[in-house]
């Protein structure tokens, strides 16, 4: 049992062997399309990044995270896919990945098994883990042990199956109905404004801020990563109550994605929405293993 354990370690430990080139140059093609940002400013392409911005990050805060993931309120199918539509324009991967990999988050936070620990560096953190193949969240026949509810689903396997392609879809209508500042602003840089606001939940919600609780890893309360993440920077909060629809807990935390989920109650929309009870969830205390730092042989970018 104890050969197991280290062996599953030290394989996670182990530098990555193969990098995602698709996503190093999707990635990189997202955020060259936005510095063209500032030389096709309209105030129509501001007003559709702003409606965008709102539709996609609460497409990855309500639905995905707090809906899909953490099934924190309930509502009817003809509602989880259309708010699923809104996750998928994010454009970070089809549902079923991006809840397996944010449950193996929350089984191993702060823990080598964790995709994303802060531990490992800041930009680790932040996206660099998104690049290198990593067997647990890349791997189907084990991502998808994390999310047999999505997966008997079959809408939502044809969502992941075609999720880039809706934002392929978005992309030709904005630059049909408005040329290349819609397309600009609607799409690019959108996309990589709500890009680093998910990331810095990974990143900085694990480093800096206050700790109402103790969970045995890093996460994080932080009010600046709330405003950029509409509330999800209060992470400490939701690593204590995962199955919470709440965030926010005190007065002064202010969750726009819970306000919204309150709104789909009083709209009739959702239902048993579920907010903290009991004590706060802890994980084991961690082993005394320290995780390395992996030296990522990345192109150099800046953002
Ligand atoms: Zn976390
Ligand atoms: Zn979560």
């Given at each position: 049992m104890a050969q197991t354990a280290t062996a599953t370690i030290s394989e996670t430990l182990a530098p990555p062997a193969s990098f995602k080139w698709e996503i190093v140059a999707g990635i990189a093609f997202i955020h060259l399309g936005a510095l063209l940002a500032p030389f096709t400013f309209t105030w129509s392409a501001f007003g559709v990044f702003v409606v965008l911005q709102v539709v996609t990050a609460m497409g990855i805060t309500l639905c995905y995270h707090r809906l899909l993931t953490h099934r924190s309120f309930q509502v009817p199918k003809w509602v989880e896919y259309p708010l699923t539509l809104c996750?998928?324009?994010a454009l970070q991967g089809g549902p079923i990945k991006w809840v397996s990999t944010h449950r193996v988050h929350h089984a191993f936070a702060d823990r080598p098994q964790d995709p994303h620990s802060p531990l490992r560096g800041f930009w680790w953190a932040h996206m660099g883990w998104l690049f290198p193949y990593d067997d647990l969240i890349d791997n189907p026949a084990k991502y998808v042990k994390f999310v047999p509810d999505l997966q008997r689903d079959p809408v939502q396997r044809f969502f992941e199956q075609t999720n880039s392609l809706w934002t392929v879809a978005l992309g030709g209508v904005l630059f049909v109905v408005g040329g290349l500042p819609w397309l600009i602003w609607g799409l690019f840089l959108r996309t990589t404004v709500?890009?680093?606001g998910t990331w810095?939940?990974?990143s900085a919600s694990h480093l800096?801020?206050?700790?109402?609780y103790n969970t045995n890893e890093g996460s994080r309360n932080n009010w600046w990563v709330a405003l950029v993440?509409?509330?999800?920077?209060?992470?400490n909060n939701h690593h204590a109550f995962p199955h919470s629809a709440a965030h926010g807990l005190r007065w002064w935390?202010?969750?726009?994605t819970y306000a919204a989920i309150r709104l789909l109650g009083f709209l009739r929309l959702a239902s048993r929405i579920r907010l903290p009870q009991g004590g706060p969830a802890k994980l084991p205390e961690p082993r005394p293993l320290s995780l390395r730092p992996i030296k990522l042989p990345l192109p150099s970018f800046s953002l």
């Open positions: 996750g998928m324009l709500v890009y680093h810095l939940v990974n800096w801020g206050y700790q109402s993440s509409f509330g999800e920077g209060w992470h935390e202010f969750d726009i």
